[in-house]
Each structure stands twice: as structure tokens, then as C-alpha cells.
């Protein structure tokens, strides 16, 4: 079993639709990250989470430590949104590394 | 400034050519990583400086070699590679070792075709 799992893993909604990818994780975290990559381009963080909730615009990144998930909101979705949203985590310690999701990828339609 | 920046944005390279990537960054971070992505795959993490010191590793065949000459500055020399290496090269810095500041800047990556 992958230490993360997300879902979906491919999502299309049209626009101005409420999107919801979710994130759950097997082990215990120090942090947890939501990224986002638009087709062929390099990655943008977009969230920082060790708990509770963090607004940014139209996304909003939630975590449930007891619960081991994550879930990652956009309002008011627009085409501009479609990307691959990937939730990592760092396991603490000195370890930089993150462990990546498979990623979801989200098509807005106009 | 909160930008990583890499050239190239593509390269393509015979197997045996020597070149290298670039990567800089100028947010006084004192940790910047390598990482390779194969499409449709999450990225894989080659190596981790700390304080210009390698400190991570992830068994990367010899034909890539990471250089730190500065805090600002990291490369990646790649010599006798194979096409299976053809991927998009990603570099990324963060703050420091502490958790607080473990947010990665990515960088926009260098799409690399070896022929």
C-alpha cells in the first residue's frame, strides 16, 4: 500500500464548480504540502500544512492529523485551474524528503 | 524574489555528450534539491544539498554528478547518459532543516531528451 493515496485520480468538472481532491497518508507527518503542475511545466506549492486550514484566493487546504487526510477546495473553479494537484508530506526529523501522491488531475471546462 | 530559476528549458544530448543544468536561486536558502519526473509520474528526489554539503543521496547512477559551488547555485553535470534518463529535471530550495520553513520552491524544470 502507497503511504499517500489521493482521489480522484482524474477529475472534470465545468466551470465555476466547487472542486474537492482529497489525501490520505498511512504514516505520521510533519508537514503536508499541496502542489500544483500545469502539462509539461514545472511545479507551483500552493499550501503548507501541519494543521487546521489555509485560504489562498479561491483554494482552500485542510488537514485532519488524527484522521490522516487531506483535502484541497477550489471555489469557483475556472479553466485556468486545470493542472495536476499533488499532495507530499515530509515525515519529520531532519528528513527532507518528500513523499509524493500520483497526483489528480483536474480539467475545468468552460 | 521568490523564484528558482533553471536553464536550460530544454536540452537534448547524444550519449556521449557532457552537459550540465543550472539552477539559482537568491532566497538565501540554504537547502536546494534535484529531482527527476517522468511523465505522468510524481518526481523522484536524486539528491539534497544542505548548507552546500550533500547530504541526501538516493543512489543515483554516477553519470549524474550535482555540484554546490555556492548557496545561490546548484548544477547537475551529466555525462554518458541513456535514453531511459530523457525526463523533465526539476530543482527546487527550501529555507533551511528546520520544519517550520520546509515549504519547496520549484523551479520551472529542464525537459532533457537524450538521443
Known amino acids: 500500500k502507497n503511504e499517500v493515496e489521493q482521489s480522484p485520480q482524474n477529475l472534470t468538472a465545468q466551470e465555476g464548480e466547487f472542486i474537492t481532491i482529497n489525501c490520505s497518508y498511512s504514516?505520521?507527518?510533519?508537514?503536508l504540502h499541496w502542489l500544483q503542475q500545469h502539462p509539461g511545466g514545472g511545479i507551483v506549492s500552493l499550501f503548507m500544512?501541519?494543521?487546521g486550514k489555509k485560504k489562498h484566493g479561491r483554494l482552500i487546504a485542510t488537514i485532519n492529523i488524527q484522521e490522516k487526510h487531506s483535502s484541497l477546495h477550489i471555489t469557483a473553479s475556472h479553466p485556468r485551474d486545470s493542472a495536476v494537484y499533488i499532495c507530499?508530506?515530509?515525515?519529520?526529523?531532519?528528513?527532507?524528503?518528500?513523499?509524493f501522491g500520483k497526483g489528480t488531475l483536474l480539467t475545468v471546462n468552460p | 524574489d521568490t523564484e528558482v530559476t533553471q536553464t536550460p528549458k530544454h536540452l537534448v544530448m547524444g550519449m556521449t555528450n557532457k552537459k550540465s543544468l543550472k539552477c539559482e536561486q537568491h532566497?538565501?536558502?540554504?537547502?536546494m534539491y534535484w529531482y527527476k519526473q517522468k511523465a505522468k509520474k510524481p518526481p523522484e528526489l536524486m539528491f539534497v544539498?544542505?548548507?552546500?554539503?550533500?547530504?541526501i543521496n538516493e543512489s543515483v547512477p554516477s553519470r549524474f554528478s550535482p555540484e554546490c559551488p555556492n548557496s545561490s547555485l546548484l548544477n547537475l553535470h551529466l555525462h554518458a547518459l541513456q535514453p531511459e534518463d530523457s525526463a523533465l529535471y526539476l530543482c527546487?530550495?527550501?529555507?533551511?532543516?528546520?520544519?517550520?520553513?520546509?515549504?519547496?520552491?520549484f523551479g520551472p524544470g529542464t525537459r532533457l531528451l537524450v538521443l
Open positions: 500544512l501541519s494543521s
Open positions: 507530499a508530506f515530509n515525515s519529520g526529523g531532519s528528513n527532507y524528503k518528500l513523499t
Open positions: 544539498y544542505s548548507y552546500e554539503k550533500l547530504s
Open positions: 532566497m538565501g536558502h540554504r537547502a
Open positions: 504514516v505520521g507527518i510533519s508537514a
Open positions: 527546487a530550495s527550501s529555507q533551511s532543516r528546520d520544519s517550520v520553513f520546509r515549504t519547496q520552491y
